[in-house]
């Protein structure tokens, strides 16, 4: 029921700033958790960041915690990840993802995914 679409990647040097973003359709989107996802080559997909509907305190990974912050305007439909001090191992897609299950979206269980956006990091 969700469409989503993520736009916002790129090339960038070790130690930039990128911002993601996630536009979903439809007037549900108040109604679901959002996550960020990566898959890098080679890789399995793994858990980046999440937030709940109403935009609380929002989990992130080891990896992202620090760096990464994930928040929601629900207001315009979209979901955001900006992404600090990026690091060679940060390469990857990124993906966002719907649930209306809160607790299993850091489990990968996304109800919706969008297509991805490639983000990749020079050292």
């Known amino acids: 029921q969700v469409q989503l679409a993520e736009s916002g990647g790129g090339l960038v040097q070790a130690g930039r700033s990128l911002r993601l973003s996630c536009a979903a359709s439809?007037?549900?989107?108040?109604?679901?958790?959002m996550g960020w996802f990566r898959q890098a080559p080679g890789k399995e997909r793994e858990f980046v960041a999440a937030?709940?509907?109403?935009?609380?305190?929002?989990t992130y990974s080891d990896s992202a915690q620090g760096r990464f912050t994930i928040f929601r305007d629900n207001a315009r439909n979209t979901m955001y990840l900006q992404m600090n001090d990026l690091k060679s191992e940060d390469t990857a897609i990124y993906f966002c993802?719907?649930?209306?299950?809160?607790?299993?979206?850091?489990?990968?269980?996304?109800?919706?995914w969008g297509q991805g956006t490639q983000v990749t990091v020079s050292s």
């Open positions: 993802a719907a649930a209306l299950s809160y607790r299993g979206l850091a489990n990968g269980r996304g109800d919706y």
């Open positions: 439809g007037r549900t989107f108040s109604s679901y958790a």
């Open positions: 937030i709940s509907n109403s935009g609380g305190i929002p």
